[in-house]
């Protein structure tokens, strides 16, 4: 199976999941409010459903159009945009019938639950798995740091101690911290010994985005090997699949020799490749196909496996929750720069984020990532999410006063309107980059 195709599913599979169950947010209040619930569908059916069943008064469905899901309840005004309903007389098991606090919960429930969902399967991942790290003492010879870093003290081979008085839990972070962490100062230890902590501007991080400069540290790695032995396998990846040993000194690839470890990507082919490798007291010959270009082998054990008691899970996952909504939250700022505008993805750029091979543990990382974010844009405060009808419940609860019908199916359009257009620019973005840009070099 393709890589394109394994990411294809795996996006599918999760968004379907995640849809599911965000829709349960809302369905499950509003059956305890005893709301009348007329429609539970993943995906759209718009003309017609792939299938539907009417069980008690909801009927249950899966449409062709897989851009979200919905549910349908009697006496709201939402994407359905059921005027006629409207015009009648408010029912007692209509949402509109309901206390404005039963209604605020009803409308938060899924956006509750996406967040719970991400909590629940960082903790899982983080108690059967582990987490992988590179701990900023196994890099030996520290960062290589770029110019735009340089001007504000740091140099080459510098080991990062600490940022904001926190230790630095994986040094491979430490350029993604720099863009949403409001990163102040780091303490670092140069290669001559001298400790020194240095003040950074709050405006770091959009300064490096918009020079381009974000690799700020640079972990350096000894990659002048003297031989070619294999000192790490990656977990699950081809090298490990196909049975590559840490210890396992590779002799030659596609029948030629090879010295250094330094010469092994060079000498790589798309497709199989056939190496040899010398193990114990004899040669061995392997086969393995890459994955975008890798294989998984290391010659230093850079990446170590943290393990967790079920409690300190608990307390990782909900941190994890916590940094993915806050980092993603925080990143928004660039997307009103040309450049951020640029980068919006849609639907290719989120499946771009899975596995080319399917990896269970990875699949379920990446979907509570996606939990976390369609919980957070739900959120915002724009029409036609939940956000939006979140905004009015409140003005209700704060004024006393209740928005009109018409005032809300025209805000629920411009709404809609918003949304549409940002799915087809993100979208839009995706196909250029991934089509246009790919094949006809625009």
């Given amino acids: 199976m393709s890589p ?13 999941i995640l849809i ?36 008690g008064e909801t009927v249950y469905g899966i449409g062709w159009l897989p851009l979200g899901g919905y549910v349908k309840i009697a006496g709201m005004i939402d994407e359905s945009m059921d005027k006629e309903q409207m015009k009648e007389p408010a029912k007692p098991w209509e949402f509109r019938s309901k ?34 790290v590179v701990k900023m003492e196994d890099l ?19 080991k990062i101690l600490s940022y904001n008085d926190n230790e630095l839990d994986d040094a491979l972070k430490m350029n993604w911290y720099l863009l949403v962490r409001d990163v102040s100062e780091i303490e670092v230890v140069h290669k001559d010994g001298v400790t020194e902590t240095i003040a950074l501007p709050d405006s770091l991080g959009m300064h490096l985005f918009k020079e381009g400069a974000i690799n700020a540290f640079v972990p350096i790695i000894d ?9 790490s396998v990656e977990e699950r990846s081809p090298a490990s699949k196909a049975g590559f ?9 596609n029948d030629t020799p090879v ?29 393995v196909t890459p994955v975008e270009g890798k294989i998984g082998i290391g010659n230093r054990k850079l990446i170590s496996t943290k393990y967790y008691t079920f409690g300190e899970a608990v307390k990782k996952g909900t941190a994890e929750a916590y940094w993915t909504l806050h980092d993603y939250a925080s990143q928004l700022k660039y997307l009103f720069t040309s450049k951020g505008a640029s980068q919006m993805g849609g639907f290719g750029s989120i499946g771009s984020i899975f596995s080319p091979t399917w990896d269970w543990v990875s699949f379920w990382e990446k979907t ?10 739900n959120i915002l405060p724009i029409p036609a999410l939940d956000g939006g009808h979140v905004l009015f419940l409140m003005y209700e609860m704060i004024t006393g006063r209740k928005p009109s019908d018409k005032f809300l199916e025209y805000a629920q359009l411009v709404g809609f309107i918003i949304v549409i257009s940002l799915v087809l620019y993100a979208n839009g973005n995706d196909l250029y980059r991934y089509v246009i840009q790919k094949f006809f070099g625009g």
């Fill in 245 to 253: 040993l840490a210890g396992d000194k590779v002799m030659s690839i």
């Fill in 259 to 287: 010295a250094k470890f330094s010469e092994i990507s060079s000498l790589l082919k798309e497709g199989e490749n056939v190496i040899v490798v010398h193990r114990d007291v004899k040669d061995e010959t392997i086969s």
């Fill in 20 to 55: 599911v169950l965000h829709e349960l947010g809302h369905f499950i209040p509003a059956k305890i409010f005893k709301t009348r619930v007329e429609k539970f569908f993943l995906f759209f059916d718009v003309k017609f459903a792939l299938f539907k069943k009417k069980i």
């Fill in 368 to 377: 509570a990532f996606i939990s976390i974010v369609l919980a957070f844009m």
């Fill in 140 to 158: 030996k010879d520290g960062f290589e740091v770029n110019d735009a870093m340089k001007a504000y003290g740091f140099k080459d081979g510098d």
């Fill in 99 to 132: 206390p404005a606090w039963q209604r605020l919960i009803i409308m938060v429930g899924g956006v509750t639950v996406n967040l719970i969902v991400g909590f629940l399967i960082y903790t899982l991942v983080f108690y059967y798995n582990g987490s992988k």
């Fill in 223 to 231: 990659s002048i090997s003297r031989d070619a032995v294999i000192r």
């Fill in 4 to 16: 394109f195709l394994v990411k294809a599913l795996q996006l599918f599979l999760s968004l379907s």
